[in-house]
């Protein structure tokens, strides 16, 4: 019998229902919620039969919780995220990290004996993850060029993005925060941290928002050449992430969950097979895996420290755009 943890869901908007549902599908958690809109409290509890919620953070952190998942606005993530830590709870953070470095360096002092980690949750991705596993190996030899080309119809997945977090950058919102950091946070796990930048991002389609729905960005990982382009209003759900290497190139495909190679020019890629995921079964497997990382048996899939560099990426793009001009990742900034 595995041990059952007690789990607390912050916030049960579109994300955290969705983590209340999959840590409980670990068989491995007993869930509880804290949700401030009462309406959606009950709602959420009555679907998944939730004995224990709460109103607030403070009465949710009094039931002694043994992990925190935070699913509320990006803005309001280190604030929650050091109470839960304080509270000796571990503590797994949806992404991005936070939208400015306000308490950020306090919160990774203050989780040195806890597990802490952001839900970057294509590192729980398997072909992504045997993707990285190939590069490292060294058989393609080394990454010199990463490209990522990602589009998705945002208002058709998420209809209430006009009155979410998503309208403001202040609370998380457009694409650079809102999904672009997905896929920086992918490449720096499969090459290098990004050093330096330069971008472009523009408000082009989605209807009620001022907040960017394209950009483009080059990038420097140390030798590593990057170009990252992205909008969330194309018709096409695609995401594909390219790694060139000095004898091969490898792809990741999330839209065909899978990742393929190609090393002799002009032959056709090679794909390796990688069972269908239904979007839960990726979050059920994050779930999985941050609990095996509070039970110490791996370690946490994206530490503070990787999606502090995230962060400042999401916020030197911003610059950038406003600006013009390359700005570098400084480590204090
Ligand atoms: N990993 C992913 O694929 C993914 C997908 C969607 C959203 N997200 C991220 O998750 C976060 C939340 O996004 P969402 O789409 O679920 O937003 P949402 O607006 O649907 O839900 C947020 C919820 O938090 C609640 N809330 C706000 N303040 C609270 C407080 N003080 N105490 C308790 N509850 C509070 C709100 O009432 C709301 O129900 C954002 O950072 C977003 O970027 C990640």
């Not at 049960?12 to 549902?21: D, F, K, P, W």
């Not at 919780?65 to 050091?82: G, K, S």
């Not at 209809?159 to 999904?179: M, S």
């Not at 791996?298 to 030197?316: G, K």
Request: charged share 20%; aromatic share 6%.
């Amino acid at each position: 019998m595995r041990k059952v943890h007690r789990v607390l869901i912050v916030g049960v908007g579109s994300i955290g229902e969705r983590h209340a549902r999959c840590f409980a599908a670990t068989g491995r958690a007993a869930v509880s919620i804290c949700e401030v809109n009462a309406e959606l409290r009950w709602i959420v509890a009555d679907r998944y039969s939730i004995a224990e919620t709460f109103a607030d953070l403070d009465a949710g952190l009094a039931s002694r919780p043994e992990v925190v998942v935070i699913c509320t606005p990006a803005h309001r993530h280190v604030p929650m995220a050091l109470a839960a830590v304080r509270a000796g709870a571990h503590v797994l953070i949806e992404k991005p990290l936070a939208t400015g470095f306000d308490g950020v360096d306090e919160l990774i002092r203050e989780s040195c004996d806890r597990t802490v980690g952001v839900a970057y949750v294509y590192r729980s991705h398997p072909a992504l993850a045997a993707m990285r596993e190939a590069i490292r190996s060294g058989r393609f030899g080394e990454p010199v060029q990463v490209v990522a080309q990602c589009g998705q119809h945002f208002p058709f997945y998420r209809p209430a993005y006009r009155t979410i977090y998503y309208n403001d950058r202040a609370t998380g919102g457009g694409a650079v925060q809102d999904a672009l950091t997905h896929i920086v946070n992918a490449a720096e796990w499969l090459v290098d941290p990004v050093d330096r930048l330069v971008a472009d991002v523009g408000h082009q389609v989605l209807d009620g928002v001022t907040v960017e729905d394209t950009v483009h960005v080059l990038t420097r990982h140390g030798r590593v050449m990057g170009c990252f382009n992205l909008n969330q209003h194309q018709a096409p759900n695609e995401t594909t992430l390219t790694v060139v290497c000095q004898r091969g190139t490898v792809r990741f495909e999330a839209h065909e969950c899978r990742w393929r190679w190609a090393i002799e020019p002009g032959a056709p890629w090679t794909d390796e097979a990688t069972p269908t995921l239904e979007r839960d079964a990726l979050f059920v497997r994050q779930a999985g895996a941050f609990l095996d990382a509070v039970e110490g048996t791996s370690a946490v899939a994206c530490p503070l420290a990787d999606a502090r560099q995230t962060l400042a990426v999401n916020l030197a793009i911003l610059r950038s755009a406003e600006r013009g001009g390359w700005e570098t990742i400084a480590d204090n900034p």
